[in-house]
């Protein structure tokens, strides 16, 4: 049992880290035109427009909360008058907030993608192998933090995760493993870890990628010069590779037409 808390909480996040890095650079190097959100807005926008902001912006508050809760230490809010308790607070409330967004707005796309015949054609398996992930992750996230902190179910007014999970997540990142502090951790928040770092190894070969890309390049880009065709110099008409489509009927009496020309040019036979 001891080898395999070992490998739970250090070999595996250090495992599912260095897929993410390898991964990223192999698809950077070997597929940049597939570095992108395989955007499926030509064929339904109505759904999107809910539910993209929705996920994108609650997803936001997410990261941003958890970038606080597991990389700040607690003597660094109570050295600035933040208590412990009022701590509890601004973490619990607005990150149930953003995660009820999040999940309204996961909801809403996985529903657009089953529901639209169009979407769901343009469905990768990439891109159901990430929504099992993402879901997970972000499903086992909410759980915890309902169950553990806003309905209190273990009875210790909100479980104090920066007495255990955030310092085991910042030991860990600086090759100081102690798989001893996630012993006690409740099985819900051990599950949203776990799903965490699956979701960070898949990452690099979903259309997550596009979470790292920026237009950077866009504001220093040349201009496009559009050049308009001389008409003083150039025929149009002769270049015109294509007719407008026709029906049938007018199409058959526009072919007897040239037929009919063609047999009034012809010189007659001679005998």
Aim: hydrophobic share 45%; aromatic share 16%.
């Amino acid at each position: 049992m001891e080898y395999f808390e070992n490998f739970l909480w250090g070999a595996f996040p250090w495992l599912a880290i260095v897929a993410f890095f390898v991964g990223i650079f192999w698809r950077w190097r070997t597929d940049q035109f597939g570095w992108t959100t395989h955007s499926s807005q030509i064929y339904e926008s109505k759904l999107l427009r809910m539910s993209s902001p929705l996920f994108h912006w609650g997803m936001v508050f997410v990261i941003v909360g958890h970038l606080m809760g597991l990389a700040i230490p607690k003597s660094w809010t109570r050295s600035v008058g933040i208590s412990d308790h009022f701590y509890h607070l601004i973490a619990t409330y607005p990150g149930a907030l953003a995660a009820i967004a999040t999940v309204l707005g996961l909801v809403g796309l996985i529903y657009r993608r089953v529901v639209n015949r169009s979407v769901f054609l343009a469905t990768s398996r990439s891109d159901k192998v990430m929504y099992i992930f993402l879901g997970g992750a972000i499903l086992s996230g909410t759980i915890a933090t309902f169950s553990l902190q806003l309905f209190d179910t273990l009875g210790t007014n909100g479980y104090d995760y920066r007495e255990t999970i955030s310092p085991w997540l910042r030991n860990l990142l600086i090759f100081n493993i102690q798989p001893e502090l996630m012993s006690d951790v409740p099985w819900q928040f051990k599950v949203h870890v776990l799903a965490g770092f699956t979701l960070i190894a898949v990452w690099p070969f979903t259309r997550l990628v596009h979470a790292f890309s920026a237009p950077v390049g866009y504001v220093t880009r040349p201009y496009v010069v559009y050049r308009s065709r001389d008409t003083r110099t150039t025929d149009m008409r002769s270049h015109v590779a294509w007719e407008p489509v026709q029906s049938a009927a007018s199409q058959l009496d526009r072919n007897s037409e040239r037929r009919g020309n063609s047999d009034r040019s012809r010189p007659p036979r001679s005998s």
